[in-house]
């Protein structure tokens, strides 16, 4: 008789369909456990990464969002020396704030925080204002500048090729 060839054996499938239906699950439920975990963990370091964050530290909050738009201020200072030629820049301080639309300056004059003077001047210059602090505490006075509108430094985080803001965000009215 003719030696034959054993016939190989199949070995058993190590991933069979329950076990790949048991590691899709695993993967499922561990991305919906992670979301969650990043979507309400807060840190006490004051990280910002949403517009939801910046709007609930505004000042005066219900007001900031009614009438303007909350913002991130910068306060800095720059010296310039001419002799020797130098530049120096104080350190930044970030605080939360509020830029109120021109056609809603009536709510800064019926808390008398602005004068009509005061918003005449702002408007002949086309500007706007913008503040700091909180406009309903009378011990802490808020600050409030007459601000303008730059387009000078293009924002680098929208889209260059055109298919970047909405068009209403162009003028902040």
């Known amino acids: 008789m003719p030696d034959r060839e054993p016939t190989p054996t199949k070995p058993a499938s190590v991933l069979n369909s329950a076990t790949i239906a048991i590691l899709i699950a695993v993967f499922v439920v561990g991305v919906f456990i992670?979301?969650?975990?990043?979507?309400?963990?807060?840190?006490?370091?004051?990280?910002?990464?949403?517009?939801?964050?910046?709007?609930?530290?505004?000042?005066?909050?219900?007001?900031?969002?009614?009438?303007?738009?909350?913002?991130?201020?910068?306060?800095?200072?720059?010296?310039?020396?001419?002799?020797?030629?130098?530049?120096?820049?104080s350190q930044p301080r970030m605080q939360p704030g509020c830029v109120i639309r021109s056609s809603n300056w009536g709510v800064l004059q019926g808390k008398n925080l602005i004068t009509s003077q005061q918003a005449n001047e702002c408007k002949?210059?086309?500007?706007?204002?913008?503040?700091?602090?909180?406009?309903?505490?009378?011990?802490?006075?808020?600050?409030?500048?007459c601000i303008y509108q730059t387009d000078a430094a293009r924002n680098l985080f929208l889209d260059q090729t055109g298919g970047g803001a909405p068009s209403d965000l162009d003028n902040f009215r």
């Open 34 to 89: 992670g979301t969650s975990f990043s979507a309400v963990s807060t840190t006490s370091q004051g990280t910002i990464s949403t517009r939801y964050d910046i709007d609930q530290k505004a000042p005066s909050p219900e007001i900031c969002l009614q009438y303007g738009a909350s913002a991130i201020t910068v306060d800095i200072r720059a010296f310039m020396t001419f002799s020797p030629f130098n530049a120096y820049i």
């Open 124 to 145: 002949n210059r086309m500007n706007t204002f913008g503040f700091t602090g909180n406009l309903d505490n009378a011990e802490n006075k808020p600050k409030i500048d």
